[in-house]
């Protein structure tokens, strides 16, 4: 049972467009939900994170909104770049547990 | 700190061979993943140590598959026999531990199982 599940698969956008990947989870335990980025031959690093007391976190041209009734967040990225062709994973975890579980990934890619 | 150190980064092998996978996480922390990436199912948590001691293995897809943490520098994981299906990439990462804290990845070793 997949208890991340994130979508598209892959996306293609223009430069300067905003692609928005979406992630959605079942186990209401979960309190902190990361976003990691990672290029080829790179392993993932921590982009972004957020917790469920907010509803928008933005940290530069990347902005996290989170809908926790609908057990739903997403990543938007504002005025992509060429740079930001990358895989995004969403994550989630809860507390008292280290594990960090992952959606199966986002392969974005920006077009010049 | 140099990160997280994994060993080899490119491994072929064939089919029945022995493959031991090595990591050295960031010295300091306290909790050490190792992780499979596949296309098909992304990024897998395979198991989790903390201070040295697994604590979740049920991510660990059957016995061929092993691992070990004899001190908080150094985890192997180790697959016998290995089979083709087992072709990924392996991810270590390491965190400080405790609750909602960020995972250090390394750069992966790619086995190729033929």
């Known amino acids: 049972q997949q208890q991340v599940k994130q979508s598209p698969q892959s996306l293609i956008v223009q430069k300067g467009g905003i692609p928005i990947i979406n992630c959605a989870y079942e186990?209401?335990?979960?309190?902190?939900f990361p976003w990691y980025q990672q290029f080829p031959g790179k392993g993932p690093a921590l982009l972004i994170a957020i917790r469920p007391d907010v509803s928008e976190k933005k940290e530069g041209r990347f902005t996290i909104s989170f809908n926790k009734s609908a057990k739903q967040f997403s990543l938007h990225i504002m005025d992509s770049q060429p740079g930001d062709s990358a895989t995004y994973f969403c994550a989630a975890s809860k507390f008292g547990d280290d594990k960090i579980i992952f959606g199966k990934g986002t392969r974005l890619h920006i077009l010049p | 700190d140099a990160g997280v150190i994994q060993s080899p980064r490119h491994e072929v092998t064939e089919m029945g061979q022995e493959v031991t996978l090595r990591c050295k996480p960031i010295?300091?922390?306290?909790?050490l993943f190792w992780y499979r990436q596949t296309m098909m199912r992304g990024l897998e948590l395979l198991i989790y140590?903390?201070?040295?001691?697994?604590?979740?293995d049920s991510g660990m897809p059957e016995d061929r598959f092993s691992a070990k943490m004899p001190n908080a520098s150094f985890s192997t994981l180790k697959i016998q026999p290995s089979e083709p299906r087992d072709s990924a990439v392996y991810f270590c990462a390491s965190s400080t531990g405790g609750s909602n804290t960020e995972a250090f990845f390394g750069q992966g070793t790619r086995l190729t199982v033929v």
């Open positions: 140590f903390n201070n040295n001691v697994p604590i979740d």
């Open positions: 186990n209401t335990a979960f309190d902190y």
């Open positions: 010295s300091g922390h306290n909790s």
